[in-house]
């Protein structure tokens, strides 16, 4: 139990087009959901945190604008990289938490970005 | 602000041997959590041990078990038998409960030695 996916798992884009991001629990219902950001071998940098059906909250650093967080329902968020740059091309991993100030916390596969 | 460190970028281990992670957290909460994550190259994250707070006891699962150090805020973990599988990066996170989120180390590089 307790899966997370994400589709796709590598993605391709141009500079300048827009780029959406699917993660979705599959087993169980998401209250909040996080978005992380990874440079080849370095850390985790968290975006932002969504809950369901509110606005996401961002970190220090990240621009709302361009990345744009849908929490539409309990088992899928969404992270749409706009007006994308090469800058932008990174690996992008989602995870999810079943309750609210839980601990638990499950990881999808991660989502490869090129822009070229 | 909660900060995790990991001092060593990169560690080495031969097969079969022990070796052992660091990882030092600063804190002010008395109520928070402490993971170890592996992360092969398929670069799923995969929760290798947890740690409460609270308890005293330190945990293990199968081959590996962690050395937690409250009064010292530190947190490492021991891979026993090392084996081919265990290559990976290693974060070592912390989850305090005022905050709500993870916070990660930055990621020690594990190469295991046939």
């Known amino acids: 139990g307790a899966v997370v996916s994400q589709h796709p798992s590598w993605v391709i884009c141009k500079s300048g087009t827009s780029v959406k991001i699917e993660c979705r629990s599959l087993?169980?219902?998401?209250?909040?959901m996080f978005w992380y950001r990874q440079f080849p071998k370095q850390s985790l940098m968290l975006m932002a945190t969504?809950?369901?059906?509110?606005?996401?909250?961002?970190e220090q650093g990240v621009e709302k604008d361009k990345f744009l967080i849908n929490h539409a329902s309990l088992t899928l968020s969404t992270l749409t990289v706009t007006s994308a740059h090469p800058e932008d091309s990174s690996f992008y991993i989602c995870?999810?938490?079943?309750?609210?100030?839980?601990?638990?916390?499950?990881f999808g596969p991660g989502t490869r970005l090129t822009v070229t | 602000a909660q900060t995790v460190t990991q001092s060593q970028p990169e560690m080495s281990v031969q097969e079969a041997e022990t070796v052992t992670l660091s990882c030092t957290y600063d804190?002010?909460?008395?109520?928070?959590?402490l993971f170890w994550y592996k992360q092969p190259p398929s670069r799923q994250m995969i929760l290798v041990i947890r740690q409460e707070a609270y308890k005293q006891q330190n945990a293990t699962e199968n081959r590996f078990s962690v050395n937690f150090q409250k009064a010292a805020k530190s947190f490492s973990l021991k891979i026993s038998d090392s084996q081919l599988g265990d290559a990976a990066m290693y974060f070592c996170a912390y989850f305090g409960t005022s905050y709500g989120k993870l916070t990660f180390g930055q990621g020690t590089i594990l190469t295991v030695h046939p």
């Open positions: 969504s809950n369901e059906g509110s606005k996401a909250t961002y």
């Open positions: 087993d169980f219902q998401a209250t909040t």
């Open positions: 804190t002010s909460e008395s109520d928070y959590y």
């Open positions: 995870s999810a938490r079943v309750l609210y100030g839980s601990y638990e916390q499950y």
